[in-house]
């Protein structure tokens, strides 16, 4: 059973407005959350995370929100940009430095 | 900075055969991890190393094998290839946690491979 799981497989949004990524989680376990971004052809890059013991978590436009008690976090991008299009995927962080991955969402935002 | 290196980027393969995909890294990180990206299932844990001389299975190990006698170099082997092996693998490095926050993953470019 997916233990993160992103339930939107795509998202798209016009250019400026705000892009809203969301995740779920079921092991309470988890002590930090991650985002990543990945474009065709390269490698996921880290974008932004927060401690499971904070709820929020900013770096410019980029926020991360994370509600413990609903086992869910968000990644909001305000302004979205045409640059930002790629698929973001939902990670946390078991004992140790494990990974568990969602599906990713496809974001496409239009001009 | 070179940072995590994979090599190669493609690879077509006939089942049954062996490979090795190679993982290199120069950040001096001491954890190590190889993941596979299939479609629909985001990227799934195959092995991973906490440092040089340990290794220890993840999510799905079967028909890999992995060795660690460097801090730098984390090789994943393909013992006897097979279809289902067929998926889109990524080497990350990172720091322990032990004490640190943010212990963030960096990833290689990835390695494309198909199993015929």
């Known amino acids: 059973d997916q233990q993160v799981k992103q339930n939107s497989p795509s998202l798209s949004v016009q250019e400026g407005r705000i892009s809203i990524l969301n995740c779920d989680y079921t092991?309470?376990?988890?002590?930090?959350f991650l985002w990543y971004k990945k474009y065709p052809a390269e490698g996921p890059t880290f974008l932004i995370s927060?401690?499971?013991?904070?709820d929020k978590n900013e770096d410019g436009r980029f926020t991360v929100f994370l509600n413990k008690s609903a086992k869910h976090l968000s990644l909001h991008i305000v302004p979205s940009q045409p640059g930002d299009s790629a698929v973001y995927f939902c990670?946390?962080?078991?004992?140790?430095?494990?990974?568990?991955f969602g599906a990713g969402t496809i974001l496409r935002v239009k001009s | 900075n070179a940072g995590v290196t994979q090599t190669p980027k493609f690879q077509v393969l006939k089942t049954g055969q062996s490979m090795t995909l190679q993982c290199a890294q120069d950040?001096?990180?001491?954890?190590m991890s190889w993941y596979r990206q299939d479609p629909g299932m985001g990227l799934r844990l195959i092995h991973y190393?906490?440092?040089?001389?340990?290794?220890d299975q993840g999510e799905v190990p079967n028909g890999y094998n992995v060795s660690r006698s460097t801090t730098e170099d984390f090789p994943l082997r393909l013992l006897s290839a097979a279809p289902s092996q067929t998926s889109v693998y990524f080497c990350?490095?990172?720091?322990?946690?032990?004490?640190?926050?943010?212990?963030?993953?960096?990833f290689g470019q990835g390695t494309r491979l198909t199993v015929v």
């Open positions: 927060i401690s499971s013991i904070k």
């Open positions: 092991n309470s376990m988890f002590d930090y």
């Open positions: 990350a490095s990172s720091y322990s946690s032990g004490g640190k926050e943010n212990t963030e993953a960096f």
């Open positions: 950040m001096n990180h001491e954890y």
């Open positions: 990670a946390a962080k078991e004992y140790g430095n494990k990974l568990v």
């Open positions: 190393s906490v440092g040089a001389g340990i290794t």
